[in-house]
């Protein structure tokens, strides 16, 4: 089973190569107004190397629901953990 | 480092690090050239250009891009916006699907009106299979299928009957990339991109491909091994009777058929050469079994010897006169390729893996994407089999000029007629070696040239007793009052001293006094590939005026101190 940690780990290494930028940490906390470059079209790129990583597929409801990190982190462990 | 641009690549990578991989690429040290390339689009289009962006790049053009507003292709071309005009694009691509399904006439008049409007190719998607069939199989006679199907064809007829018209094949890519994965709604509804993110880069290396065919950078040969490549076993330890080749058994089978893939791009103008670690006459005994599809006489050069394959490689490219950039290299030893790759970066390499899957890892790679055919590249394999037989002709004079006349050399040198158009603007867009200026040019380009007052256009073709070698040399010059300016002059490589060069030039500058021409201003711009003709001028009695940094020089001559120089080719002789 993966832990919260695991999987924010791993999304700081999805986010350093979808943004191309090495310093990016994220929390739970962390949303699009806080990355200079991610938006909308950006957005497609981050969705796709998320699923890639974890080998999973997000519906449509959940990518248009989820607010922050935090929550992708949730919908990341859900789909994992089964 | 070493993110695969070709044939297989990963498309998840190439999404993700697409701004790491592009900083790579801009960081090797090649000769780039730059085009502009304006995304038509019905749907978004920002990853495809993203894509399009890394494929180009490696195949050494840098591109400037313009996109359309979000789905705002028709608008675009049919009410041309500052934007675009000013842009003036080299290239447009068109990128609609069947989310933009609308009347045939709908885009023929947006074609015909781009075509008038910006003279340059244009590259037009025709239309995928919906992931869907409300009537099952009947739709394949009475519904949508049929109805795309027939529009698809509709679309084929005009790139057939237009010049610099391109279809890229979106209907066979969605098949063969999975028609549902590659419909997805998903990146639609949330996106709206007509196909799935992961299929993009797939899209976006076909579009890539037809692009670098237009500019001349496809491959032009093979070089090939025998052992377990051509045949299955080891001729040299099993004996020509025991190689698998033929029909009896399923590995013969599946080494047959690659054999005639292989022997099929003879008529595309593709040249087959061995290149083989065995002693040569195995190599000819396995060649020369009855059920071998190919035959000796089906290669221009084989090499089958002990030396190391990079230097058999380079030398067989010297011998045709091709850069080894030219060349696809096909081994099944990983060892063989990675020798080849470390000495000689520029060659393709694919990576075969069983024999029934050759021809799958090679196709895919798109290296000889065909965007025009041309009659010579049908003759092509005949011209350098001739080459061959002249060579040994030569030997047997020891006076030069003598080989020459035996040759019995006519030319036909002629301003730019509509039927050479594409064979011309293909010519200017890969010819590297004898190559003066090596401007680029499109068939549409060609024909303004052609049409103007303003140019003098010249094409040379050269016929000898072994046969017509074809449309070989090409020169546009400029007019300003009595000064021609040579912005143009290239020459194809298989006709080197054969004097083709002095009739050229004869021809010019008697055509050029006719029109009051009192002056010739010559230029040589150094590329990586064009020093051999870097004292072209100087042999002709120009004077160099000047030359820059980077090598480049003009030269002049006065059209009155010029008397021809050749006496070996007849030219434009009507028998």
């Known amino acids: ?82 | 480092m070493g993110y695969s641009l070709t044939y297989p690549f990963d498309s998840g990578v190439l999404l993700s690090k697409y701004k790491t991989i592009k900083r790579e690429l801009l960081e090797e040290t090649r000769d780039f050239t730059r085009k502009k390339i304006a995304i038509l689009g019905g749907s978004t289009t920002a990853d495809i250009r993203k894509m399009l962006d890394l494929f180009l790049i490696s195949y050494g053009i840098i591109p400037e891009f313009y996109e359309s507003e979000y789905a705002k292709f028709w608008e675009d071309a049919m009410f041309p916006s500052e934007k675009l005009t000013s842009f003036n694009p080299d290239i447009i691509y068109i990128h609609t699907s069947l989310r933009n399904f609308a009347q045939y006439e709908h885009y023929e008049q947006m074609w015909e009106k781009l075509r008038e409007t910006y003279h340059c190719p244009i590259i037009q998607n025709n239309f995928e299979y919906p992931y869907y069939r409300l009537m099952g199989n009947k739709e394949a006679t009475h519904g949508r299928i049929k109805e795309i199907t027939e529009m698809n064809l509709k679309f084929s007829d005009y790139a057939r009957a237009h010049d610099s018209f391109y279809i890229c094949d979106i209907n066979w890519l969605s098949a063969d990339f999975g028609l549902s994965k590659w419909s997805d709604p998903f990146y639609w509804y949330m996106y709206k991109y007509a196909l799935a993110l992961p299929a993009i880069p797939t899209l976006s290396y076909n579009v890539a491909n037809i692009i670098k065919s237009i500019y001349g950078t496809n491959k032009k040969a093979f070089a090939l091994d025998l052992d377990n490549t051509l045949w299955g076993g080891v001729i040299g330890d099993d004996g020509a009777e025991n190689i698998q080749i033929g029909q009896e058994t399923p590995e013969a089978m599946a080494f047959s058929e690659f054999q005639s893939y292989l022997k099929s791009h003879k008529d595309l103008g593709i040249i087959l050469n061995i290149i083989s670690k065995n002693e040569r006459e195995n190599a000819l005994a396995g060649l020369k079994r009855p059920d071998s599809t190919l035959t000796p006489d089906d290669f221009i050069s084989i090499k089958a010897n002990w030396e190391p394959k990079s230097l058999n490689l380079s030398q067989t490219a010297q011998e045709l006169s091709l850069g080894v950039d030219s060349f696809v290299f096909v081994d099944d030893n990983p060892a063989e390729r990675e020798i080849v790759r470390r000495q000689l970066p520029g060659v393709a390499i694919p990576e075969i893996t069983s024999p029934e899957h050759y021809i799958y890892d090679i196709d895919r790679a798109g290296y000889f994407e065909v965007t025009t055919l041309t009659a010579d590249d049908a003759k092509r394999n005949e011209q350098y089999k001739v080459n061959a037989a002249r060579s040994e002709l030569r030997n047997s004079f020891s006076d030069y000029n003598e080989y020459l006349k035996s040759l019995e050399m006519s030319a036909e040198i002629k301003p730019f007629e509509p039927l050479y158009f594409s064979r011309i603007s293909q010519l200017t867009n890969k010819s590297n070696q004898f190559n003066l200026t090596t401007k680029r040019y499109s068939p549409d380009e060609i024909e303004a040239f052609s049409v103007s007052e303003q140019f003098i256009t010249l094409y040379g073709r050269l016929n000898d007793k072994f046969g017509d070698n074809g449309i070989v040399s090409v020169i546009i010059g400029e007019i300003c009052d009595n000064n021609l300016k040579i912005i143009l002059w290239l020459m194809s490589c298989r006709v080197l001293k054969r004097d083709m060069e002095y009739a050229m030039m004869d021809e010019l500058i008697r055509i050029a006094k006719t029109k009051g021409i009192r002056t010739l201003t010559g230029y040589y711009f150094p590329t990586a590939k064009n020093a051999m003709v870097r004292d072209f001028y100087e042999t002709f009695g120009f004077t160099k005026i000047s030359e820059d940094t980077t090598g480049a020089t003009t030269w002049s001559l006065d059209t009155d101190s010029y008397a021809p120089k050749q006496n070996s080719i007849q030219v434009n002789f009507i028998k």
């Not at chain 1, 700081?12 to 930028?21: A, E, G, I, M, W």
């Not at chain 1, 190397?49 to 992708?72: D, H, P, Q, R, Y």
């Open chain 1, 1 to 82: 089973m993966l832990t919260r940690e695991e999987v924010l780990n791993r999304f700081n290494l999805v986010f350093r190569d979808v943004f191309d930028d090495e310093t990016i940490i994220v929390t739970d906390a962390t949303t699009a107004d806080d990355i200079e470059d991610w938006e909308s079209l950006t957005h497609i790129n981050l969705i796709l190397a998320i699923e890639e990583e974890f080998g999973i597929k997000f519906t449509m409801s959940e990518v248009t629901l989820m607010k922050n990190v935090g929550e992708m982190a949730d919908i990341v462990l859900e789909k994992t953990g089964k």
